[in-house]
């Protein structure tokens, strides 16, 4: 086990008062973060040690070979964070580490903000048990808003603390493993505080582009084209029904007339979709789960925060012709602006060239 050293005691103790002393929420709710993350450090193990001990399971054991390779390749190749971070390992006997519980108010598409003194603001709120995320998902809804579940494989302390691999993340394989390692490390290399969209778009462009260069690395085939397109394919489409529902809340209509439409588009969604899977991918049903479930507007957040900058953050790219090191800086230039230079920087990235 990981713990009972002087840093690891010392930031416990200031990771606890910052919850406790927070304002935007109650000392309950802190305490269930503090509580869970504390369990998280307690439990820590060093991935060389599970690696090296012969009564460790064979299938364990070769995933966290394959996971510690991912790790050198990202810091030695990604120029990400070099530190213990995913080197120490926590089997927490649950499929997620936490759940996030997203909300919107009806007719909008802006989630409803929570602060905390790490990371700022963000735009949901994270619960250690799934019983009291629930809960917290019907009190908002009673409360009229928009209310989306969303299970978590693992997340970034930002630095704070040695994140470790997570049993969680096993689940999805190695090449996912190695994902989710370049996508949280991307969060420790640099974060704007009070910038969701920014920050997971810029994580989830690292994740991708480190993860087809690992792949390339290792003499490994590219991800099937088939599978990229169709899931671009599928993001822009919900990001095209989150344009028009923007448009739709901007107008001043009565509140049944606006609901009714408001279910319209989300009808529209669906039928969209029908027809693309039926149309260009051969009928292929991996969304189906997704879209047939209800739907509203928290449920669409997620592909704002992880995918709207995506495309930004690849033009950024490909104008440092690919140096890491220098794209980081851009990164860092970025978002050192303020919020509305920042989005209209982003905005011109993106932006089709002529």
């Known amino acids: 086990m990981i713990r009972n050293d002087a840093?690891?005691?010392?930031?416990c103790v200031a990771l606890l008062t910052l919850f406790l002393l927070g304002g935007c929420?109650?000392?309950?709710?802190?305490g269930q973060l503090a509580n869970g993350q504390l369990?998280?450090?307690?439990?820590?193990?060093?991935?060389s040690d599970i690696i090296a001990d012969p009564k460790s399971d064979p299938k364990l054991r070769d995933h966290l070979i394959k996971?510690?390779?991912?790790?050198?390749?990202?810091?030695?190749?990604?120029?990400?964070?070099?530190?213990?971070?995913?080197r120490l390992y926590v089997d927490i006997g649950r499929p997620y580490v936490v759940w996030n519980v997203f909300a919107t108010d009806e007719f909008s598409l802006d989630a409803i903000s929570h602060c905390f003194p790490i990371a700022g603001c963000v735009a949901y709120r994270g619960y250690y048990k799934p019983?009291?995320?629930?809960?917290?998902?019907?009190?908002q809804t009673l409360a009229g808003k928009d209310v989306y579940l969303s299970g978590v494989e693992t997340y970034s302390t930002l630095g704070w603390f040695d994140d470790p691999i997570i049993s969680s993340m096993m689940t999805w394989g190695d090449e996912r493993v190695a994902a989710l390692i370049f996508h949280e490390l991307a969060h420790q290399r640099f974060y704007v505080k009070d910038d969701s969209e920014f920050n997971e778009s810029y994580a989830n462009f690292v994740e991708q582009e480190g993860g087809r260069q690992w792949r390339a690395e290792r003499g490994l085939a590219a991800e099937k084209v088939s599978d990229s397109k169709q899931r671009d394919q599928f993001t822009q489409l919900v990001l095209h029904a989150r344009e028009r529902l923007k448009k739709l809340y901007a107008e001043p209509l009565p509140v049944d007339v606006m609901r009714a439409r408001k279910a319209a588009e989300f009808e529209r969604l669906r039928s969209d979709y029908r027809q693309m899977r039926d149309s260009q991918w051969a009928g292929d049903r991996r969304y189906d789960r997704w879209i047939d479930a209800p739907m509203n507007n928290a449920k669409l957040l997620p592909f704002g925060l992880y995918?709207?900058?995506?495309?930004?953050?690849a033009a950024l790219?490909?104008?440092v012709n690919g140096d890491w090191s220098a794209f980081f800086t851009a990164v860092e230039n970025l978002g050192g602006l303020p919020e509305v230079e920042r989005k209209a920087a982003l905005r011109k990235l993106a932006a089709p060239r002529s």
């Open 67 to 86: 996971s510690q390779q991912a790790r050198v390749f990202a810091s030695s190749h990604l120029h990400l964070p070099d530190n213990q971070s995913y």
């Open 39 to 47: 369990q998280l450090l307690h439990e820590r193990q060093s991935v």
């Open 7 to 11: 840093l690891f005691i010392c930031r």
């Open 307 to 313: 995918d709207q900058w995506v495309p930004s953050f």
């Open 25 to 30: 929420s109650s000392v309950d709710y802190y």
């Open 131 to 139: 019983g009291d995320a629930r809960g917290e998902a019907a009190l």
């Open 317 to 319: 790219y490909k104008q």
